[in-house]
């Protein structure tokens, strides 16, 4: 079993920044590739971004490229997403990820959840 637990969320006003973290912990071999789903109230949930055990191979959904970082130390067995440029439309509970194999871009495809950290932006 592997444990993910988030934290980060908050309220912010549109074009501040979070910084949201994922530590997991229990079988932390099996997390290859960790990453980050979100779901706005009365949608489904939607990729926003994955990372590679190296770090090489990185993924973010159109929404969100050239506005959210995604980065891990692998030393702490940790993911973060750095969102900068936030939108009312960012809101949303935003789930951390782990151990996919190609099905990454949908949520079936990932093995492990975290309980989910509320992301609220003000217009």
């Known amino acids: 079993q592997v444990q993910l637990v988030e934290s980060g969320g908050g309220l912010v006003q549109a074009g501040g920044s979070l910084r949201l973290s994922c530590a997991a912990s229990?079988?932390?071999?099996?997390?290859?590739?960790m990453g980050w789903f979100r779901q706005a109230p009365g949608k489904e949930r939607e990729f926003v971004s994955s990372i590679s055990w190296s770090g090489v191979v990185i993924r973010y959904a159109e929404s969100v490229k050239g506005r959210f970082t995604i980065s891990r130390n692998n030393a702490k067995n940790t993911v973060y997403l750095q969102m900068n440029s936030l939108k009312f439309e960012d809101t949303a509970v935003y789930y951390c990820v782990a151990d996919t194999s190609s099905r990454w871009s949908i949520p079936e495809g990932w093995g492990y959840w975290g309980q989910g950290t509320q992301v609220t932006v003000s217009s």
């Open positions: 229990g079988r932390t071999f099996s997390t290859q590739q």
